[in-house]
């Protein structure tokens, strides 16, 4: 119950992943809870990235599953062809389907959802389109938005909000940015047919990741028809006549293009909230600075998720969420581990990562790295030209898995098995024990024996 000198136990700010899982928990634990939303419920992975890229990445996979049957046998009559608006009719309908069971979850726990724009008034204090509230302890859970520079015509460019609503497919389309989001989208379109560049201001793409990942993931993206024009900064964007977009670069080369994406980053969705005026410490970027207990500055108030851009990823939000419950309200201090976190880049191919990179690990120390580079059995008859890249980093003095990377079919399954290894310390050794399954991808992971030769002095530094 909400003491006598608040209207709630919690204000929720945000009814994004980690905002829905905070506030159902604790009103699951008896107390009155208020989740504030301006938009719909379910947030950025439900509604405006995971779960919908996930379903346009299946839509586009499809093309290749196609193809690849004729090399099985299948006679199929006339060339396939995608029905856009019904894809999207039926993306946008399970997206609705989605948000309604949010919301009745949220119900059901006795969450009480208030509509509208909610900013911080002081301490235990938030207005919503000016009416005031007050709660003994409140969460911003925010998340991020896309961020786009300012370039002249930035206008005329979409992100990845608006790459999830095209009324129809660009016959051709620049992607700026070389992250995760950039090379999904890059591999969803070609694979929809659409002409394909991806411009990087570095040298590779998805920076940060392990180097032999990136390489692996690049070659089979340009194998695939996609061109990455690295080192290169868009410094304009001119709509013509026809209405084809221009962009100039730094060194003053020019080309034209139907659409432009930008996937340059994402910014703390923090502007308007009041935070700082509040008290609440920013950093630079315009992130809530928290503790190991995701609490702020300000004596009562919390934050969690992309909001303090500490881990990006769904499932750190909702497990952040659940740490915060545990310690404000359950009297068990928890913070969240941040070591070994799984991902994965739905790319085409996909791939998933955990634990430490080759640079990462040998910059601790000694470390055996293992690779193996394959034609999945799947391909023998498709034709396909795409292979399959694993990797292992593995701790030279004990045997245990730093690391663990892979490019290819069905990579973030596999990977989610194998981040238990990691995470629960496991050795090559362990992996080795196991007997394989036969004939699959993931038996390569317990057979390869033999680690690369170290490289040579001058290739360390």
């Known amino acids: 119950m909400a003491g006598d000198d608040y209207d709630y136990d919690l204000i929720v700010l945000g009814a994004g992943s980690g905002g829905v899982r905070a506030a159902r928990l604790t009103a699951a634990g008896g107390r009155r809870v208020a989740l504030v939303e301006k938009g ?12 919908p890229k996930k379903l346009m990445f299946y839509a586009a ?38 948000e309604g069971i949010y919301r009745r979850i949220q119900r059901e726990n006795g969450v009480e959802i208030v509509e509208g724009f909610g900013r911080l008034a002081g301490p235990r204090a938030v207005e919503v389109d000016g009416r005031p509230l007050t709660a003994g302890t409140i969460l911003i859970a925010v998340g991020g938005r896309p961020s786009l520079p300012d370039i002249p015509g930035i206008e005329h460019a979409i992100t990845s ?29 070609n694979a929809l047919g659409v002409d394909v560049t991806v411009v990087i201001r570095s040298g590779a793409v998805l920076r940060g990741f392990d ?18 024009r690295r080192e290169c900064l868009v410094r304009s964007i001119e709509r013509m006549p026809d209405g084809t977009l221009s962009l100039r670069l730094a060194g003053g080369d020019e080309w034209e293009t139907d659409s432009v994406l930008y996937a340059t980053g994402r910014v703390p969705n923090t502007d308007g909230l009041g935070l700082a005026e509040a008290g609440v410490t920013l950093n630079g970027n315009g992130a809530v600075v928290v503790d190991a207990l995701s609490r702020t500055s300000l004596e009562g108030v919390y934050a969690v998720g992309d909001v303090t851009d500490r881990a990006n ?13 545990e310690t404000a309200f359950h009297g068990n201090p928890t913070a969240m581990d941040y070591d070994a976190i799984p991902t994965a880049v739905f790319s085409q191919p996909p791939l998933a990562t955990v634990g430490l990179t080759e640079a990462a690990a040998r910059a601790r120390g000694p470390v055996d790295i293992y690779i193996t580079r394959f034609k999945p059995m799947k391909h023998a008859l498709s034709g396909r030209d795409e292979r399959v890249m694993m990797k292992l980093v593995v701790d ?19 990977m989610q098995t194998l981040a238990v290894a990691v995470k629960a310390g496991l050795t090559k050794a362990d992996l080795d024990a196991v007997v394989a399954i036969h004939p699959t991808t993931a038996e390569e992971l317990v057979l390869m024996r033999e680690p690369v030769p170290d490289p040579c002095p001058e290739e360390t530094n």
């Open 61 to 98: 996979h499809f093309g290749e599953e196609i193809e690849d049957a004729r090399g099985f046998g299948w006679r199929l009559d006339g060339e396939p062809r995608l029905d856009w608006a019904a894809f999207m009719a039926a993306k946008n309908s399970e997206l609705d389907r989605l």
């Open 396 to 414: 030279r003095a004990d045997g245990r898995l730093l690391g663990a990377h892979m490019v290819g079919h069905e990579a973030p399954e596999i």
């Open 40 to 51: 719909r419920v379910g947030g950025t992975c439900v509604l405006r990235g995971c779960v």
């Open 211 to 228: 180097e032999d990942l990136c390489a692996t993931l690049a070659s089979e993206m340009e194998k695939k028809g996609i061109r990455i």
């Open 161 to 189: 909000d608006g790459a999830l609503d095209l009324e129809r497919l660009p016959d051709r389309m620049t992607i700026v940015g070389g992250g995760y989001i950039a090379v999904e989208f890059a591999g969803i379109f």
């Open 313 to 325: 990823l769904t499932p750190v939000a909702i497990r952040e969420a659940s740490c915060f419950v």
